[in-house]
């Protein structure tokens, strides 16, 4: 079967820095995108990766490693604003975007 | 630019009734999704279309069916609503669709609840 895991909920304090993990199993892989979706808001693009290595955009930064089945999404310099679901999708070897469940990250001041 | 627009915001339906929830998208994409989103769960595709004139099921498409007639609008009706169909409904368009790594946007949601 194809599964995505991510931690449910994290807590994290505003100015510190959080990594978020997905690991996958998927039937094929052709790439894996991070979104953000605020409470009660449409998920949002946040990031593609396709090769493996880290893909840095501005606080936020995105790392796979395809021999592992493994990403992690890296916020820096937190601010309150991105208490929101990060959700992890990896796209299948037929195209099909299988999603994770996303987690809940709390920003404490 | 309105990107993808989707009506009601919310709705409470009876159980047995049908409703139709509507998308439209200007951003003259090829490809349109319906997903359920439940709490705990991940997005579940219900239904998706690669292109005008054609759709296709996804994972839960049980109780719901959809149409394309042109690019802009992809509905999805439930025909006799059940409890277990209570969810937020996100609607979701990407450029091309197919063969393809291809972002998705998604629209603003509808919040369904059937009693």
């Known amino acids: 079967g194809q599964n995505i895991d991510q931690p449910t909920e994290m807590t994290a304090t505003e100015g510190a820095i959080v990594q978020i993990n997905c690991t996958y199993q998927t039937s094929g892989f052709n790439g894996l995108f991070w979104y953000q979706q605020h409470a009660g808001e449409a998920p949002t693009f946040l990031s593609y990766n396709v090769l493996d290595g880290l893909e840095e955009k501005g606080r936020f930064s995105s790392f796979l490693s395809r021999s592992k089945g493994y990403s992690y999404l890296l916020l820096k310099e937190l601010q309150m604003k991105d208490s929101a679901s990060y959700l992890c999708?990896?796209?299948?070897?037929?195209?099909?975007?299988?999603w994770g469940a996303g987690t809940k990250l709390i920003i404490k001041p | 630019t309105a990107g993808i627009t989707q009506a009601p915001t919310s709705q409470i339906l009876a159980a047995g009734r049908s409703m139709t929830l509507r998308c439209t998208q200007d951003?003259?994409?090829?490809?349109m999704y319906w997903y359920r989103q439940d709490l705990g769960l991940g997005l579940r595709l219900i239904h998706y279309s690669n292109t005008a004139g054609t759709t296709g099921k996804g994972e839960v498409p049980d109780g719901y069916s959809v149409s394309r007639a042109n690019t802009d609008d992809f509905p999805l009706t439930l025909a006799s609503a059940v409890p277990s169909q209570t969810s937020v409904y996100f609607c979701a368009s990407a450029p091309q669709g197919t063969s393809v790594p291809d972002t998705q946007y998604f629209g603003p949601g509808t919040r369904l609840t059937v009693l």
């Open positions: 951003m003259r994409h090829n490809a």
């Open positions: 999708a990896v796209i299948s070897a037929d195209y099909q975007l299988i």
